[in-house]
């Protein structure tokens, strides 16, 4: 099978509370109003792909417990392809509680490694793909050697580290992010990372350690932007009301990650991206709300530029 983009990452089965009016305490209990089960980690990034039409291969795990059935059942019914999922004969529950209010969120997450990881190599030599997406921390200490491989095939890489303290910074997730072509974070995991509040000062940093590649730092409604060693492009977030922020970087990688298999301009790849993120954000669960091709067209139009 060729794809036009391997998306590699522990998904999660997402428990999602919201409309929740205070925060909870210990030895309290709160109530939520509303409550969604949805796909999350690595396959909302599939997810958002799989939607605007691209071909895509998701490289991750399950198990045999009930939390993997749902999350399995939940990416038959996105249509995502199960192809390069492993199914293990034992329970590998993975799954994330979100407490989520209009502008921020809680999580509390399990996640259960694999005895093995996958074989990156020969997943790219029979499944020859334009583009890899190393989606998270967890996935980057099992590819530390992505992107050499898929550089050796002409695959370009991207990386979105996520969230955790002790991996932005460890040594070895800061190497993934210097060989990669896109390196993907959040502007306070950029900043952590480099030990830098200034955010100028974080990006010049992180680039003089990448070999060849570009930054694409998300910062939520102040939208986006793409540092490389000769320009700096910004692109505004659309505006949105949002309900659930939950994911809204993921579907960004989605939207960014189409532009570039579809070899648009590096603008418009962060402009397709912010499109996706900002729409994530107005229903429950990264990988819903995320568009279509179409809807992405008519939304680039209110992109404020
Ligand atoms: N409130 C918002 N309004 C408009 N656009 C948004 C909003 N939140 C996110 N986006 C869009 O989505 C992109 C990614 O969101 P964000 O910066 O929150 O990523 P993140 O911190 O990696 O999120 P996550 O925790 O989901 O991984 C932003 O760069 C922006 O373009
Ligand atoms: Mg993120």
């Known amino acids: 099978m060729r794809y036009d983009a391997l998306v590699y990452g522990p998904l999660f089965c997402d428990l999602i509370f919201t409309e929740l009016d205070e925060f909870p305490s210990l030895g309290t209990e709160i109530f939520a109003k509303e409550f969604t089960i949805a796909i999350g980690g690595s396959a909302i990034v599939a997810a958002g792909l799989q939607r605007l039409g691209a071909k895509v291969g ?161 910062n939520s409604s102040q939208g986006v932007l793409a540092h490389t060693a000769d320009k700096t492009i910004t692109v505004t977030a659309l505006p949105v009301t949002p309900i659930d922020t939950t994911g809204a970087g993921d579907a960004f990688d989605a939207g960014f990650i189409y532009g570039l298999v579809n070899n648009h301009s590096l603008e418009d790849c962060c402009r397709y991206g912010a499109v996706c993120g900002a729409l994530a954000t107005t229903a429950v669960g990264g990988a819903t709300g995320t568009p279509t091709h179409e809807e992405v067209k008519t939304w680039l139009s209110k992109l404020p530029s």
């Not at 259960?112 to 334009?130: C, D, G, T, V, W």
């Not at 010049?204 to 060849?212: E, I, P, V, Y």
């Open 58 to 218: 998701l490289i991750a795990d399950l198990g045999n417990d009930p939390f993997s059935q749902v999350a399995a059942s939940l990416l038959d019914g996105l249509g995502i392809d199960r192809r390069l999922i492993r199914t293990h004969r034992q329970p590998l529950p993975q799954l994330t509680v979100a407490l989520s209010y209009p502008h921020d969120r809680a999580f509390i997450t399990r996640f259960e490694k694999p005895a093995q990881p996958h074989n990156l190599a020969a997943i790219l030599r029979e499944h020859p793909s334009k583009h890899l997406h190393i989606g998270s921390f967890l996935a980057a200490y099992d590819a530390l050697n992505a992107a050499q491989i898929a550089h050796e095939v002409g695959t370009t890489v991207s990386f979105d580290p996520g969230w955790d303290e002790a991996a932005l910074l460890d040594e070895q997730v800061h190497q993934v992010a210097a060989e990669v072509d896109y390196f993907m974070p959040s502007r306070s995991e950029l900043c952590y990372m480099m030990g830098e509040e200034d955010v100028q000062t974080a990006l010049d940093k992180a680039l003089s350690r990448m070999t060849n590649g570009t930054i694409i730092m998300k």
